[in-house]
C-alpha cells in the first residue's frame, strides 16, 4: 500500500522558516512527479511547488523566491524548505505523487504562520 507521510509542519512566527518532508513508500519513486500543495480554510488547494522526475521546478508565484521544492531519490523523500514565512502561507500542506495512472495525497501536516 502506498503511503506518502508529511511531517515538518508547526507554529512559527511570521518571517520564519520550516522544512516540510514527505516520505513516500512506493515503488519506483525517482520516476515519480512529486508535488507540494496547500489547503487553507475556505479556500481551493493549490500548487505551491512542484518537481519532476528529472529534478525541473515549478513554483506558485506567491511563493518563488522564498520557498524551494527537492528531492532525495536515494531516499524517497521530497522537501519544502519554506523561509520568509507569511500568516498567508498559514494552510494545510499535502505532498502528491503522480505517474500516469498512479496519483496519490498524503494527509498533510498543518502550517500556522502567526505572532
Known amino acids: 500500500q502506498v503511503q506518502l507521510v508529511e511531517s515538518g509542519g508547526g507554529l512559527v512566527q511570521p518571517g520564519g522558516s520550516l522544512r516540510l518532508s514527505c516520505a513516500a513508500s512506493v515503488s519506483f519513486f525517482r520516476f515519480y512527479d512529486m508535488g507540494w500543495y496547500r489547503q487553507a480554510p475556505g479556500k481551493q488547494r493549490e500548487l505551491v511547488a512542484g518537481?519532476?522526475?528529472?529534478?525541473?521546478?515549478n513554483y506558485a508565484d506567491s511563493v518563488k523566491g522564498r520557498f524551494t521544492i527537492s528531492r532525495d531519490n536515494a531516499r524517497n523523500t521530497v522537501y519544502l524548505q519554506m523561509n520568509s514565512l507569511k500568516p498567508d502561507d498559514t494552510a494545510v500542506y499535502l505532498c502528491h505523487a503522480y505517474l500516469g495512472d498512479y496519483d496519490y495525497w498524503g494527509q498533510g501536516t498543518q502550517v500556522t504562520v502567526s505572532s
Open positions: 518537481i519532476t522526475r528529472g529534478s525541473s521546478t
